[in-house]
């Protein structure tokens, strides 16, 4: 939109830099910015405590290499047949060859190496995604860093320490949360020069960028238009945040933006790419395929009723090596995990409460006719499916998808179950083009003057994709576009409308806690969410917990802060922290104990 369109025209408040969007990208652009003194606006989409995109949600890990040279090969064969502009990808694989530098210094982690310590616990649990394609050359050179040694690796760790930089410089930083981006803003020599942030969901906010914008509002997992258009799937489960819709993508089309990488997106969970069902509006479970879900009397289906990939192959990021390089499989709008009595019995031994709570809802049926009708197939197609994968598995070998012949025993036709799966995404890579320095392009390459773009929304992912490279550029793009939009000439203006002070105040604050006689306060980081603090109250004269209240938490409502009273009250109870963790709720109970033990700390040294 241009000012010059705009009647009586007035700005609301000045900045020197927006970032739009805070996840991992956006929290690294806007400390970059703010370290060269920069007076920034940092929004997003999500209320406080969802925050940090799919930065938040996935796996931690970081790309690394041994060696500049060979990480050159590998990258260049997983962007292989496609082209990628030979800038961006000298400046990717530069970065990449010093990103254990980039740890040390500037987010003061030590970081670990997984080729260093290839027995760990960490490492053990996604050696098949290290490397993903370990055939192609430059591949045993390629390393993965967490900015801690722990036992998960989907503990929002490497977010934690991002959003940590951002609030250590709540001087220079204001945050909105809750408060889109609904307009980017050009003036008549087409910079863009500000933007309209719907403040609260409500009121929109007139905001003034004196140097530039960073656009780092992630991709369009959100987005069923775009999902279908983009990426050609009916319909797909989000992994991750559940506010990516493409802001990113909307806005830079709206000043010119060239798109790039639309049809490129990344997925996890069982077999390739898929998870158990859940309702519209949900978060999907990034879940673990277990030997016993493809070992056995198992088999997955289509919509159709017929097997489309093999069941024992590793998944990549949801990919699947076919034909010489990784692709996404065919993916239909639902599937089924189907299984007989004697296999059920072997998945009722996996501790896995997902699994365990899909086969509670799983349907059964007496034999091969009855369960398809259930599902609505037609019952030729799934009988045919059923005896073809009985006569492969008597045979001992898969001539449809080559399924490793020890995985696969005939099914019995009695006593049938299926389990709902649908298709997810971890995150999309297509979104606004940029360069080198970070700066959004046109169809014709020239850059628009005064946007940056950084993360998931015009991601480089050409083609193939590899454990570690998403975060990695986020942490490389987010740097290079703080730091290039913080040395743009200043656009002065004159024209300040000054609203409601209180609107414009930032959502992060550094709080002052108060504290009564034998009270005190507890934090911890630990949790999904943001700082969760508590405040805890001792009985008079002994160390014995009389009471303890949360009094700042996000943790989030579907999960986490159903589990917060229950375990605070048996904490009181039991007048200790070694109470046992509450299932499916890891983070937040060890967020809970973690901030109770600190502030029990604090009795002992009063």
């Not at 559940?242 to 990488?261: C, F, M, T």
């Not at 589990?563 to 009250?569: C, E, R, S, W």
């Not at 509450?582 to 104990?593: P, Y």
Request: hydrophobic share 35%.
């Amino acid at each position: 939109m241009l000012i010059s369109e705009i009647k009586n025209f007035k700005w609301n408040v000045n900045y020197d830099v927006i970032v739009i969007g805070f996840g991992g990208a956006g929290a690294t652009a806007a400390r970059f910015a703010a370290d060269h003194n920069c007076k920034v606006l940092l929004v997003d989409s999500a209320p406080a405590g969802h925050e940090g995109g799919n930065t938040r949600y996935c796996g931690q890990l970081i790309a690394g290499t041994k060696s500049k040279k060979a990480y050159e090969q590998y990258y260049s064969k997983l962007t292989e047949p496609f082209n990628l502009d030979k800038n961006v990808k000298d400046t990717f694989v530069d970065n990449v060859s010093n990103i254990q530098e980039y740890l040390k210094k500037y987010l003061n982690v030590t970081p670990f190496s997984f080729l260093d310590h290839p027995n760990r616990m960490t490492v053990q649990s996604v050696k098949g995604d290290f490397p993903d394609y370990p055939s192609y050359s430059g591949s045993s050179e390629y390393n993965m860093y967490t900015v801690h040694d722990g036992q998960s690796i989907e503990d929002g760790a490497l977010w934690k320490v991002l959003r940590s930089e951002v609030t250590k410089r709540l001087d220079k930083i204001t945050i909105w949360y809750s408060s889109p981006a609904i307009k980017l803003l050009q003036n008549e020599d087409n910079r863009i020069v500000g933007a309209v942030i719907k403040r609260n969901n409500k009121k929109d906010i007139y905001v003034h960028a004196r140097r530039g914008i960073v656009l780092s509002a992630g991709g369009f997992e959100n987005d069923p238009d775009r999902i279908q258009d983009y990426l050609g799937v009916p319909r797909v489960i989000p992994m991750g945040s559940l506010y990516n819709k493409g802001d990113s993508i909307r806005l830079s089309i709206e000043v010119g933006a060239d798109q790039w990488h639309t049809s490129v997106f990344n997925a996890g969970g069982l077999y390739h790419g898929l998870t158990y069902a859940v309702k519209t509006g949900e978060r999907g479970a990034l879940v673990y395929t277990w030997p016993q879900l493809y070992t056995g009397s198992i088999f997955v289906v289509g919509n159709d009723g017929t097997r489309y990939f093999p069941e024992d192959a590793h998944s990549k990021a949801g990919y699947l090596y076919m034909h010489g390089f990784g692709r996404h499989p065919c993916l239909t709008t639902q599937s089924w995990i189907i299984f007989d009595e004697k296999q059920r019995k072997e998945l009722l031994k996996i501790k896995d409460d997902l699994l365990q709570n899909s086969l509670k809802t799983a349907i059964s049926a007496n034999n091969i006719k009855d369960l398809a009708i259930k599902l609505k197939f037609d019952v030729a197609t799934f009988v045919t499916t059923f005896k073809t994968y009985n006569e492969m598995a008597k045979l001992k070998k898969d001539y449809q998808f080559n399924r490793r012949p020890e995985t696969m025993i005939p099914m019995d036709d009695s006593s049938i179950y299926a389990i709902k799966l649908q298709p997810t995404v971890l995150n999309t890579q297509g979104g606004p083009r940029r360069n080198e320095n970070a700066e959004i392009v046109r169809p014709d390459n020239s850059v628009i003057f005064g946007l940056f773009g950084a993360g998931e929304a015009g991601g480089i992912t050409a083609n193939q994709y590899q454990a570690g490279q998403d975060v990695a550029e986020l942490l490389i793009f987010g740097k290079i576009a703080g730091d290039n939009v913080s040395k743009m000439p200043v656009d002065n203006i004159s024209l300040i409308n000054m609203t409601n002070d209180a609107i414009l105040q930032s959502d992060e604050k550094n709080i002052n806690y108060q504290l009564k006689a034998n009270q005190y306060l507890g934090k911890s980081s630990q949790g999904m969410g943001n700082e969760l603090v508590v405040r805890v109250t001792i009985k008079p004269n002994t160390t014995d917990i009389e009471d303890i209240k949360v009094i700042k938490q996000s943790e989030t409502k579907e999960i986490g802060q159903k589990v917060i009273q229950p375990l605070l009250k048996k904490i009181i109870q039991d007048n200790t922290i070694d109470v046992d963790a509450i299932t499916g709720a890891s983070l937040t109970t060890n967020a809970v104990k973690d901030a109770v033990k600190d502030a029990l700390s604090k009795v002992k040294t009063n």
